[in-house]
């Protein structure tokens, strides 16, 4: 590929006569023709690259909202209610089901989630996220045991939701919980807690 | 002329069929590039493969969260010949993985990465990223709950990188949780973002296998030195080079087609993967797994000691991709032959039996608590002592058996207690479940005086 067909720049020194150029043999007429368009060709490829700049960047706002939607929306949290005291007994802990917080209309069985609910005590509540600590499966109550257990590798939680063994780095998120009025107890619904690398 | 040989004129005038295919089609590669090289072209047509029959599935395909277990089951249980389709599309995918990973291997043995063919290779890195993803997207698209829960997984992968990761696993999921929204990213990504990406990459790979013609079969002691290849290549060709087409094209067809037959015989055989439960995320009861390809990765993560596991996530996957598209430029001219670089041959091997190795553990998974243990039998159990009795029956109720096996029953978690009253006398017995300690939770808290007594009890037996 020959130098003349890059772009150069506009030089401020004066370009040689015509008859100058037509007289040497070594100038070819599409450089001459080339240099003698220089500011007009300039001027092209500037146009060119602005309206497509333009362009793109009209198409690619809504297209970049839309892979970016999860970032640009609120995580909302929802108080959602998960049954009444009467159906906890102390000491107890139970799978309770809700619909998440911003769930779509085309959710169907997706727009479920599910969390422990362990009674403490008449007035105390505590629950745990089932999502695993380590890499997020769904953990397990074994009754018998007393334990959360997690069926991918094996990490394992004592009642109260901290690590008994395994390789999970902290223990169970916990969600908020309160009783509302007098019998409801609700639920504060979060989303899938990340464990991160500094956790 | 007739009337259809004018038309066969126009047409090849226009299309400039004669002009420009058939030199493609005709052009000259090296004699003796006989089966091994069947592989590369194979992929091409099992990629083929899923996209005919990918896009069938679309047709009857819902991708909503809501619907798309139940499309899943019409497509399976009711659709015409909608479970062969499902099935080859399955088996199709297990074989772009096969053939992609032999087909590189075969490319790394023979060194055909060297010069001039640098950028062949590095194209191919990128395709074997991108079949991966296709493959896991493809089995979230399986939208039942062990869809559901791998994409959880996954998103909490993601979330491990550093700064960016809890926005990753966001996007990833299309949200803060599991949701309506997350299949429609699957599946776009699936059917729309990785087939572009990957017609575009093939499209790319292919031409420079026109460009750089295909490596000839490695001969040892002949070296490849980038001044003088070219060169010597072309004149190669020219004495000695054969047309593609048929001389080279038809072992390839025939691989080709006895490999969809393959596919098309498993499918038929065994057909898809059963759906498991539906896609609710409150559905817990549930062992999610990944397919058999993601199943060596999926050990490797199992297997890693925890407290190095955060960086390694990150850090095992870049050094891999970056190892691997720097491999033509650290070694681009020299031997090729695999008999004069038995270290190259070596290290491939290595890596394709720690594959196979993690595969298999992967397949057992003795790093999971075995939940669907059944309580010891009174056969096994062996006494009729009532205490005795008592500690079997609790050593299945607080979940000892999930994770340590006796006389073949239970779980490899921990370690196996057949014989355990031989190795620890009481008192270690009663430290140990205490206490517990590494992978073992202390049952102090959570057993009885008496429990624990009678479980010991019973350990004792166990000679
Ligand atoms: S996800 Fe629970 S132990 Fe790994």
Known sequence: MSEEKFPTPPTPTPSPSLTEQAGNPNVDADARAEREGEPRRDFLVKLTFGLGGVAALAIGVPVVSAVLAPLLEPDPQTWRKVGTLTDFAVGSTHLVKFENADSKAWSGLTSESAAWLRRESEKEFIAFSVNCAHLGCPVRWEQGAGLFMCPCHGGIYYKDGTVAAGPPPQGLTQYHIRVAGNNDVELLTAPIPITNMTS | MSFLQKAGAWLDDRLGISDTLMPLAKHLVPPGAKWSYVFGSATLFCLILQVVTGVALTLLYQPTSAAAYKSLEFITHQAVFGRLLRGVHYFGASGM???????????????????????????????????????????????????????????????????????????????????????????????????????????????????????????????????????????????????????????????????????????????????????????????????????????????????????????????????????????????????????????????????????????????????????????????????????????????????????????????????????????????????????????????????????????????
């Open chain 2, 97 to 463: 993985i096969v053939l992609v990973g032999i087909h590189m291997l075969r490319v790394y043995i023979t060194a055909s990465y060297k010069f001039p063919r640098e950028m062949s290779w590095i194209s191919g890195v990128f395709l074997l990223f991108l079949t991966l993803a296709m493959g896991f997207t493809g089995q979230l698209l399986r939208w039942d709950s062990n869809g559901v829960w791998s994409a959880v997984v996954a998103a909490e992968q993601a979330g491990r990188v550093p700064i960016i990761g809890t926005y990753v696993a966001r996007l990833l999921l299309g949200g803060d949780t599991i949701g309506g929204q997350s299949l429609s990213r699957f599946y776009s990504y699936h059917t729309l973002l990785f087939p572009a990406l990957l017609f575009g990459l093939v499209g790319f790979h292919l031409y420079l296998v026109f460009r750089n013609g295909v490596s000839e079969p490695a001969k040892a002691g002949q070296l490849v030195d980038p001044k003088t290849y070219r060169k010597w290549y072309q004149d190669m060709l020219n004495k000695v080079g054969v047309p593609f087409w048929p001389y080279a094209a038809w072992r390839d067809v025939a691989f080709s087609v006895a490999v969809i037959m393959g596919i098309f015989t498993l499918a038929l055989v065994f057909g898809p993967p059963e759906l498991t439960q539906p896609p609710s995320p409150a559905t817990i009861y549930t062992n999610p797994a990944p397919d058999w390809y993601m199943l060596p990765i999926f050990a490797l993560y199992a297997l890693m000691p925890p407290a190095i596991e955060s960086y390694l996530i990150i850090i095992a996957p870049l050094l891999t991709v970056l190892a691997l598209l720097a491999l033509p430029f650290i070694s681009n001219a020299g031997e090729r032959s695999p008999l004069r670089r038995p270290w190259a041959v070596f290290g491939a091997g290595t890596v394709v039996t720690l594959v196979f190795a993690l595969l298999v553990l992967g397949e057992q998974a003795p790093w999971s608590p075995k939940f669907d243990a059944k309580p010891l039998t009174t056969k096994l159990i062996n006494s009729h002592n009532p205490q005795i009795v008592a500690g079997a029956g609790l050593f299945y109720n607080k979940g000892c058996i999930y994770c340590h096996l006796v006389d073949g029953h239970g779980g490899h978690r921990g370690p196996e207690l057949t014989e355990v009253g031989r190795r620890l006398k009481t008192d270690e017995l009663r430290i140990r479940i205490v206490n517990g300690g590494g992978n073992m939770p202390a049952y102090g808290g959570v057993i009885s005086e008496k429990e624990l007594a009678d479980v010991i009890a019973f350990l004792e037996t166990r000679k």
